[in-house]
């Protein structure tokens, strides 16, 4: 209950503190890609629910003559790899918080279907019980390396948040971890020093 009221005092301060620069963003998106602003996506959540996922849009969906669509790189907008770089893609998932589908902290999110598809074997199967986050363990992980984690690093480290009991200093301590990331852009380093709590 501490986590749900958290997750809703902290996303509707951000939305309307953050709205100016997400208005940019969707006008940003609007002039350089063709099509809807929002790109949506069904994610596993919390009791393996589908729910779905909202980010600014940042690839085409140029396709070659098979309809097939072209590798990520080649359909990125140069915007698009901007607002990616500092996570800005992100943001319209304040709403997924609001609405109670995502957690501030939590596990990362699970593609449904695609290449980036995994199973959470049984062992792991706490990671269920946690709303999946906007940022966690994980997702900072991720944005430090700059580059995907192996499937048994992001096992792990959603297990490691998932296992322990909800704790709203160890989330503001992640959140305050995410945020230079953000200001820094995906690839930059942070303390990893962790405090006794977590």
């Not at 809807?36 to 393996?48: E, F, N, S, T």
């Not at 770089?85 to 918080?97: A, R, S, T, V």
Request: glycine content about 8%.
């Amino acid at each position: 209950m501490k986590k749900r009221v958290f997750d809703l005092l902290l996303s509707t301060t951000a939305l309307v503190a953050l709205s100016p620069l997400m208005a940019v963003i969707a006008m940003g998106t609007k002039i350089t890609l063709k099509g809807p602003i929002i790109y949506k996506q069904p994610r596993v959540g919390q009791h393996q629910e589908i729910f779905t996922i909202y980010k600014f849009r940042s690839m085409t969906n140029a396709c070659n003559e098979n309809g097939e669509l072209f590798p990520d790189s080649e359909r990125i907008t140069k915007f698009g790899k901007f607002i990616r770089k500092y996570g800005l893609d992100e943001l319209p998932q304040l709403f997924n918080i609001l609405a109670g589908d995502m957690s501030f902290v939590g596990p990362r999110p699970r593609v449904e279907k695609g290449h980036l598809k995994y199973e959470i074997p049984d062992t792991h199967s706490i990671i269920y019980a946690a709303k999946p986050g906007l940022t966690g363990p994980t997702q900072i992980a991720r944005m430090m390396r700059g580059a995907e984690l192996s499937l048994q690093e992001r096992l792990e480290k959603d297990f490691h948040y998932a296992v322990k009991p909800p704790s709203i200093l160890r989330d503001a301590w992640l959140i305050t971890r995410t945020v230079p990331i953000f200001v820094l852009g995906n690839g930059a380093k942070t303390s990893t020093v962790q405090p006794d709590f977590f």
